[in-house]
């Protein structure tokens, strides 16, 4: 048992350890990506520079000195450059120069260009350098200065940067699909793994549930098998009581597996009647009549529900019932049980409080959970399947009930089930 919690800590460990290194790399891979488009974006801007630079070179625009362009060329905002340029100027050379110097340094996207005139307050000339002819709807913003100037505006800015990052978009997607694959395929075999070992430590459970009631009934048998113990009619009794309780207990066993291995798949199919808390409450502590004598357990009854009547299954309460007693006295040394009935609003409630060992606050989430059974460390306090409380909770489920528990580890747990009143009509 400790070799397979050992196996089961490592995997988690395992599972922890490869999702930190996952993310980590997903978080360097985003910066990463971040980085490459903020380069992207300062080479186009040093590119769109260098292609004025080369057209005042082209209109042999001397006055200027090339040597600050920063005092010529202004970038109000990503997509839009003002530079400078002295009136008269050739329109159609102007426009022919920038084509060539926007393809000479690599900028292939659309380029709206336009001529401010100050004397005349606006726009007095502007093409459209694109490939396809086809954007002719953007509006080239104002752009208004003290001088005059040509007014460069890229609409598409953006998205041609994003497709010059087309490797690097694409190798991150592959790289996020490929780990998550990977963080899947070690979930997946942490689950496969923690299902088997389940399903191990069931079978031990079964195995060692079954092999004492078994053995007891064998030794009784070859007990009852003699014929001197005819001549003992107390000693008869009592081994025939052995044989008659352990016969009951793996009955009871047997059922609540088949019980819970029909209900893994399907719905409960409740048989609803109006039956009374109390007496049921009364049934189960005398179902539990041998387990009571034999552990001299004490029971506090405060039944004290005005209205005990529900709309419930009979049968199906009653286990859950002797599930709850049965765990407070198999989990308690001296067992005291108090079992408190009440009303609020529109509920009907039964509370179990018993003075065993208790339950950790970590293990409290778990103990609903299939197979799952309360340990301190690696031992168990109790024999069982870890079945009870699971089915418990999926008969309360049926009902449209809740159950809840506190619990104080030392000092005893208390479960609280809920359960609605019946429809008036019924």
């Excluded at 109790?382 to 528990?405: C, N, Q, T, Y």
Aim: hydrophobic letters at 40%; glycine letters at 4%.
């Amino acid at each position: 048992m400790f070799s397979v919690r050992l196996r089961s800590s490592t995997i988690r460990l395992v599972l922890f350890i490869s999702s930190l290194i996952i993310a980590t790399i997903l978080v360097f891979q985003l910066v990463w990506l971040k980085k490459v488009y903020t380069f992207e974006q300062r080479e186009f801007n040093h590119n769109i520079v260098k292609a004025i630079r080369g057209l005042y070179e082209d209109l042999d625009m001397s006055l200027y000195n090339y040597s600050h362009l920063n005092e010529l060329v202004e970038n109000p905002s990503p997509n839009l450059y003002v530079a400078k340029i002295n009136k008269p100027v050739d329109y159609d050379s102007l426009i022919i120069y920038l084509h060539y110097e926007l393809d000479d340094f690599g900028i292939f996207t659309d380029c709206h260009a336009a001529i401010y005139d100050v004397s005349a307050k606006g726009y007095v000339h502007s093409a459209i350098l694109t490939a396809d002819k086809k954007d002719t709807t953007v509006k080239i913003p104002a752009t208004p200065r003290s001088y005059d100037h040509l007014t460069l505006f890229f609409p598409k800015r953006q998205h041609y940067i994003l497709t010059r990052m087309n490797f690097w978009i694409i190798s991150s997607v592959l790289l996020f699909l490929v780990l998550i694959l990977f963080g899947g395929s070690l979930y997946y075999f942490y689950k496969q793994k923690f299902l088997n070992e389940t399903q191990k430590d069931f079978i031990h459970n079964f195995t060692h549930e079954f092999k004492t009631p078994v053995a007891v009934i064998s030794l009784a048998a070859d007990v009852l098998k003699n014929p001197a113990i005819l001549e003992k009619p107390e000693k008869l009794l009592t081994y025939a009581g052995i044989v008659e309780y352990q016969s009951n207990y793996l009955r009871n066993q047997i059922e609540r597996l088949l019980k819970f291995a029909y209900t893994d798949s399907n719905q409960l199919h409740l048989s609803k009647e109006k039956v009374n808390l109390h007496d049921l409450i009364q049934e189960a502590i005398n179902n539990l009549g041998p387990l009571i004598a034999e552990k001299k357990a004490n029971f506090e009854l405060s039944l004290d529900a005005a209205d005990p009547y529900l709309l419930a299954d009979k049968d199906y309460l009653v286990i859950v019932i002797t599930n709850l007693i049965d765990n407070a006295i198999k989990y308690s040394r001296d067992p005291k049980i108090r079992i408190r009935t009440g009303n609020r609003g529109e509920q009907t409630f039964f509370t179990i409080t018993d003075n065993g060992i208790g339950i950790e606050k970590k293990q409290l989430r778990k103990i609903f959970n299939r197979f799952y059974r309360v340990s301190q460390g690696e031992t168990y306090h109790a024999k069982g399947f870890g079945l009870g409380l699971s089915f418990v909770k999926k008969i309360i489920d049926a009902h449209d009930g809740s159950i809840r528990v506190e619990s104080d580890p030392g000092h005893g747990s208390a479960f609280t089930i809920d359960l609605p009143h019946p429809n008036n009509e019924n």
